[in-house]
């Protein structure tokens, strides 16, 4: 009952902006342009079907890339860690590479593997995911205590026990929130590849053909479909999250 | 110079520099700490107390001099886990519940499940956690966290340990009443103690002889027998002489340079 009271001034919140599209926003912009929340449900009713399978094909885009970038990030961090004058070598690489609009290389990675090849997809949402999971995995790893490690050597551990169960554990949170942003870029990744060609089953394809032809509901209903998977797949993070970093003070 | 059957600890000519040699931190120590012995370290900030403290442990290497703990290398003892060790902060894993946190070590030492689970009470039955198991470790006021690690260091029954202001981030309260705890460990436990610490009356307190260190280059300036009664008792805070051996340590830290030292502002390096 207390959580549902807490979550009340929020979902007030949501009614009130739904209602302001539908009987303002929408008439004023007209309705073509900026079709109202009604209009969209129906469409995106009618065409469930399509819609939630061009969804699950470009979750299954941006999964592949996340998976593939994340374990790649996780992999180089500890790398850098480990040997650490490779690691300051290349880290400003990394870390200037993270601001680089990544997603300007997608029309590339589509003309490398193919646009109608998922490996275009997981190419362009791994790259995107590679970075932050990287950087945050790395400072993770770097920043345990000086005296943690102390205590580790002062029982004789070796690199590989102080790493197992002091920087791994220690990095966890650190590791979550890369990938907690690596979701919503693959994502990102996935959907944008598609604009720049993919197959006809993929939710960007569907966005980009429905807007070219002027159904802009269609197009609405897609982006929204294209939200409840990057939310959704936000949300399984954060669940994995809570188990693994269960005993550890909330932040 | 060869160890005395009896030391646990023996310091031959230990210096230390740091920045190649553009810091001197410790310089010609020499010290020779017996079977038993509850031996505490002072001196102004910088001094090298606790750098001298992490030498014992060979966790930071001498420029020059040799360590013997046990009557083997200093590198061999830690190896061996001859010691246990405290630092000022707990240094608990977040991630490990109290019981855990203290299993650490014995994992290390690959005991097994029921033996841990056995030596574990134990502990917390010596530091009186008992009931606080599955806690973690945020859950904790810092005196209990502190008593976790010490609980922690002497899990495997080292029979040396070294303390590095283990009490010195807690509330005066606290810090007298974890004294009186540590004193009774030690009584209990047999074991020999090297203590770093800034406070003078916690020094004199606890200590079988305290070891006056100069400001940098730290050097040790003089070494004062304790010879209060033991087992030491609360009441002992008010004792003549008590009050006379704090004086003697304060005049020590003053004729070691002490004084001069809060006014030179030296740059911190390598620790203390």
């Known amino acids: 009952m207390k959580r549902a009271a807490a979550w009340l001034p929020a979902l007030l919140v949501f009614a009130l902006g739904l209602a302001a599209w539908q009987w303002i926003f929408s008439p004023l912009a007209g309705k073509f342009l900026l079709p109202r929340p009604s209009a969209i449900g129906s469409t995106f009713w009618h065409n469930r079907h399509v819609l939630l399978n061009a969804g699950w094909f470009t979750f299954k885009e941006a999964l592949g890339g996340f998976v593939i970038g994340s374990s790649l990030g996780i992999v180089f961090a500890v790398a850098f860690a480990r040997f650490r004058r490779v690691g300051n ?11 680089v609009p990544i997603i300007a290389f997608a029309p590339i990675t589509n003309a490398w593997f193919g646009v109608l090849n998922p490996h275009s997809k997981w190419a362009i949402a791994g790259v995107l995911c590679f970075f932050p999971v990287l950087v945050n995995t790395l400072r993770g790893l770097i920043s345990v205590s000086p005296e943690a490690v102390e205590l580790m050597r002062s029982y004789a551990a070796t690199e590989r026990d ?37 197959a006809v089953t993929a939710l960007g394809v569907q966005i980009e053909n429905s807007i070219s032809l002027f159904d802009f509901p269609l197009g609405w209903a897609a982006i929204v479909v294209a939200s409840g998977f990057g939310i959704a797949f936000y949300l399984c993070v954060v669940l994995v ?11 | 110079m060869s160890a005395p059957v ?22 010609g120590i020499d010290l020779s700490i017996e079977r038993g012995e509850f031996v505490s370290l002072i001196g102004p900030s910088g001094c090298g107390k606790s750098t001298l403290l992490r030498i014992i442990g060979d966790l930071i290497e001498p420029s020059e ?18 010691y246990g060790i405290v630092f000022q902060h707990a240094v608990l894993y977040d991630w490990r519940t109290v019981s855990k946190n203290i299993s650490l070590p014995l994992e290390m030492l690959g005991w097994d499940r029921g033996r841990r689970a056995a030596r574990i009470k134990e502990m917390l039955e010596l530091v009186e956690l008992t009931g606080f198991e599955s806690h973690h470790p945020w859950q904790l006021s810092g005196g209990m966290q502190q008593r976790v690690a010490i609980a922690r260091a002497l899990s495997f029954s080292p029979a040396l340990l070294l303390m590095d202001e283990p009490f ?14 540590l004193l009774r460990i030690w009584d209990e436990t047999g074991s020999t103690i090297v203590f ?31 010879d209060l009664a033991q087992p030491r008792t609360a009441e002992l805070r008010e004792d003549p002489r008590y009050f006379e051996l704090v004086t003697q340590v304060r005049e020590a830290l003053a004729r070691g340079g002490a004084d001069s030292a809060f006014e030179e502002l030296a740059p911190e390096e390598g620790g203390e």
Do not use: C
């Open chain 2, 65 to 82: 001099g040799r360590v013997t703990v046990h009557g083997k290398s200093a590198h061999q003892a830690r190896l061996d886990r001859d």
């Open chain 1, 89 to 99: 070598a290349l880290m400003p690489y990394a870390v200037a590479a993270s601001a």
């Open chain 1, 241 to 251: 999250e809570r188990f693994a970093l269960r005993g550890v003070p909330p932040v």
């Open chain 1, 162 to 198: 102080i790493f197992r169960r002091v920087r791994f554990p220690s990095a966890l949170p650190h590791i979550f929130a890369g990938l907690r942003v690596a979701t919503v870029l693959a994502m990102i990744g996935a959907i944008v590849g598609d604009y720049f060609g993919g």
């Open chain 2, 196 to 226: 770093v610490t800034h406070s003078i009356a916690e020094a004199v307190f606890l200590s079988t002889r305290v070891v006056v260190m100069s400001p940098r280059p730290g050097r040790v300036s003089e070494v004062l027998e304790i």
């Open chain 2, 6 to 27: 009896d030391s646990v600890v023996t310091l031959e000519q230990i210096s230390k520099q740091f920045a190649h040699g553009k810091t001197v931190a410790l310089q």
């Open chain 2, 168 to 181: 010195g981030a807690l509330d005066e309260m606290t810090r007298e009443r974890l004294n009186m705890e």
